[in-house]
């Protein structure tokens, strides 16, 4: 028995997700501690949501163990998900009433009082600035209005671990650093975060650690750093050449750097100086139409690990 | 400018700051959020509800009832108004009911995800049912006590004992509403409402003993009428309006009633359970 009031906030071990007989997520184990800031990264159908359903105590575990603050979602559900904020993956805001009814009733489903959840709300549409909106229907919002204020609604409660499943997926890069902006302060202040992406940009940026997902499995875990370091060399030099198949291009560069990708559109070369091997492959005589030199990245260790980019 | 901005409180230490405890009451903030949804309509859908009882009484009561009373003397020597209009009260109920139990709850499941929103919080499926289906009743209570002040005025009822058949009228329309949400909970899409409302709703409207008694109906259809809930609306509605009413039957009918509203509720509970917790 765990004791509720210990810093592990959330474990799992040999998670399992089925719907009928197709595997979702297929027995993960991960553990969050308080104040961290953990992440799910994965592409499209690694299980990322199912995982977080399952955490969030709306979707029954099929197998394995989850204990949250200690208890077990099957017996102690609401009084879990009392001490949880959620932002999932699809805005589910009231968007006939405005962005302040929104949070008021939602206040409310925790049994918070009218006042309270009134001076609260004013409070969290400072945090995710949307004061001048507050009496706007939700509808005509921007993407990025509406998922700050989904946030600011998940924290209405003010929650000990905010369960964020792709909380900037299909914003424009402005609206994005804006929300990273207030995830950050959070972060700051010590709320637990646990989140999913397939942008390995963002979970370089908010996450302490993270699991990389593929197929409902664990592929690879560590912070970011690490896992570029582990997987990954330091440098990348991406070539792209003026045909439709890369394929037979990779020969020709065979042997410089320590490693090389061929995708269908380009070619990396993974080495730990990309100017160095930039020299070898000019050297041998060959002419890409582009080639750039970059830092490794998570994609980096995706593509690694499972022959795939993230985002196609 | 940012530097300005407040951040909320980080989370509380479980000691310092009491949780929020999931009580019983957490169906009364699901009640909340459709009674904030419905004042933003409020005003067309109250138009409604004095339309339809003032259609129904000057067609159905004082129209169609003046031929009947002329040509047969009433329904067993009672004026077609006072027999007509207690039944359709009960059957504007099954209406009422059928409108609010349809597209608004597949809404809140496929479209606007309102249940989901809740279901994440400490909210469950019975708060769910519990505090939506008491919205239903409020509206249904509401257009009940519209229709018979309306009906009223037009000395459409013989008895001060129709005030006993504005909660039978309730029940009516919740031993509609109740099943139906269960019903609603499995479907796709407002196809299977066409049907309902088709196959369901208009055949019991016309045979339920609405308008002339079920003694006319073929035998072999008559125990029909006897099982869905609205005739046993319509029997206890009339029964009462006329003033001198067989309360044993009366009884019976309610007892009817809440045993359609109580195996709705648990297989609405069945029903829901199985699409939104998965
Ligand atoms: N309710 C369900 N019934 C059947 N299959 C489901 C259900 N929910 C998810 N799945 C399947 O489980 C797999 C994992 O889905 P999930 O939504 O967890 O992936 P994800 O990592 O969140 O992907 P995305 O990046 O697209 O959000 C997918 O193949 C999906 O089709
Ligand atoms: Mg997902």
């Not at chain 1, 071990?13 to 297929?26: E, I, M, S």
């Not at chain 1, 077990?72 to 302040?100: F, N, S, Y």
């Not at chain 1, 009733?105 to 709300?121: D, H, P, Q, T, W």
Request: proline share 6%; charged share 15%; with cysteine.
């Amino acid at each position: 028995m765990t004791d509720p009031d210990s810093d592990l906030l959330l474990q799992a071990t040999g998670l399992t997700k089925t719907f009928g007989n197709f595997t979702a997520v297929d027995g993960i184990d991960f553990a969050v501690q308080r104040g961290e800031s953990f992440g799910f990264l994965g592409p499209n159908g690694a299980g990322k949501s199912s995982t977080m359903k399952m955490v969030g105590c709306v979707s029954p575990v099929t197998g394995g163990v989850l204990r949250l603050f200690g208890q077990d979602p099957a017996t102690h559900g609401p009084q879990i998900r009392a001490r949880l904020g959620v932002v999932p993956q699809k805005d589910t805001l009231d968007e006939e009433l405005t962005v302040q009814e929104n949070l008021w009733i939602y206040g409310r489903y925790f049994g918070l009082s009218r006042s309270e959840v009134r001076s609260r709300a004013t409070e969290l549409l400072d945090f995710a600035q949307l004061e001048d909106r507050a009496r706007s229907k939700v509808e005509p919002l921007s993407g990025g209005m509406k998922r700050r204020l989904t946030i600011a609604r998940s924290l209405i409660s003010r929650p000990e671990i905010l369960l964020l499943d792709e909380p900037t997926a299909g914003l424009d890069p402005q609206a994005r650093h804006a929300l990273w902006d207030r995830l950050f302060r959070l972060k700051r202040n010590g709320v637990t975060l646990v989140l999913t992406t397939h942008y390995m940009d963002e979970a370089e940026q908010l996450c302490d650690r993270l699991v990389v997902m593929d197929h409902g499995k664990i592929v690879a875990q560590g912070s970011p750093r690490s896992l570029i370091t582990e997987f990954s060399t330091r440098e990348v030099l991406e070539l792209r050449f003026d045909t439709d198949d890369h394929a037979h291009h990779g020969d020709a560069i065979a042997g410089i750097g320590e490693r090389i990708e061929v995708l269908p559109d380009r070619l990396l070369v993974y080495a730990e100086d990309g100017d160095a091997a930039a020299a070898a492959v000019h050297l041998r005589g060959i002419q890409p139409m582009s080639s750039l030199v970059r830092r490794s990245t998570l994609e980096d260790v995706f593509l690694h690990l499972t022959g795939r980019t993230l985002v196609d | 400018m940012s530097a300005s901005v407040s951040t909320p409180n980080p989370q509380p230490t479980p000691t310092s700051t009491p949780q929020p405890t999931p009580g019983p009451a957490l169906w009364r903030p699901v009640f909340g959020c459709w009674v904030t949804v419905y004042k933003r309509t409020w005003l067309g859908s109250v138009f409604g509800r004095f339309l339809s009882p003032l259609l129904f009484v000057l067609s159905m009561g004082l129209g169609l009832g003046s031929l009947v009373d002329k040509s047969a003397g009433g329904v067993g020597g009672v004026p077609y108004l006072h027999f007509v209009v207690p039944g359709i009260l009960a059957a504007q109920a099954m209406w009422v009911a059928m409108g609010e139990s349809t597209y608004q709850v597949l809404g809140a499941i496929r479209w606007n995800m309102k249940y989901q929103a809740m279901l994440a919080t400490p909210i469950g499926i019975d708060d769910i049912l519990l505090g939506h289906l008491t919205y239903v009743a409020m509206q249904v209570t509401g257009a009940t006590a519209i229709f018979v002040g309306v009906a009223a005025l037009f000395g459409s009822f013989g008895s001060w004992w129709v005030l006993l058949a504005l909660p039978i009228t309730v029940l009516t329309g919740m031993a509609f509403a109740v099943p139906i949400f269960a019903f609603t909970a499995t479907q796709e899409g407002d196809g299977g409402f066409n049907i309902l409302f088709r196959f369901i709703i208009t055949p019991l409207f016309l045979f339920s003993g609405t308008f002339f008694p079920i003694d006319q109906l073929p035998a072999f259809l008559r125990p029909i009428a006897w099982v869905t809930p609205l005739w046993h609306g319509v029997d206890a509605n009339r029964s009462l309006a006329l003033g001198s009413p067989d309360l044993v039957g009366v009884l019976g009918h309610t007892a009817y009633l809440l045993f359609v509203i109580a195996i709705g509720g648990l297989l609405a509970r069945h029903t829901f359970t199985k699409r939104l917790v998965v």
